[in-house]
Nanobody, 124 residues
Framework: QVQLVESGGGLVQAGGSLRLSCAAI????????MGWFRQAPGKEREFVAA????????LYADSLKGRFTISRDTAKNTVFLQMNSLKPEDTAVYSC?????????????????WGQGAQVTVSS
């Protein structure tokens, strides 16, 4: 069974940092593009960042460029999201996803596998 398991969420003060991890269990995602999305209460799920299977190409939501960094360790079947200078409006459930097409894309419909999500809460 394919699973994506997020970890690293939690409560942080505004201006702080968190690093999310997403481990793929059950199969290798080494040839898949990987992405991070987030969903705040009462809002639709929105794109955060994506990375190609090689790690050589990345894509970010314009509003998050410069604060968030996506990376992956293919050997460990893990993708990361480093979040710096966090703001209260970054509070959301963050989910990782895998895209079989290997294309770096920013739409929810493009992704085939999803994790359960990790809560990130930023206090003011």
């Amino acid at each position: 069974q394919v699973q994506l398991v997020e970890s690293g969420g939690g409560l942080v003060q505004a201006g702080g940092s968190l690093r999310l991890s997403c481990a793929a269990i059950g199969r290798t995602f080494s040839r898949y593009a990987m992405g991070w999305f987030r969903q705040a209460p009462g809002k639709e799920r929105e794109f955060v960042a994506a990375v190609s299977w090689s790690g050589g190409r990345t894509l970010y939501a314009d509003s998050l460029k410069g604060r968030f960094t996506i990376s992956r360790d293919t050997a460990k079947n893990t993708v990361f999201l480093q979040m710096n200078s966090l703001k209260p409006e970054d509070t959301a459930v963050y989910s990782c996803a895998a895209d079989r097409s290997a294309m770096v894309r920013d739409t929810v419909a493009a992704y085939d596998y999803w994790g359960q999500g990790a809560q990130v809460t930023v206090s003011s």
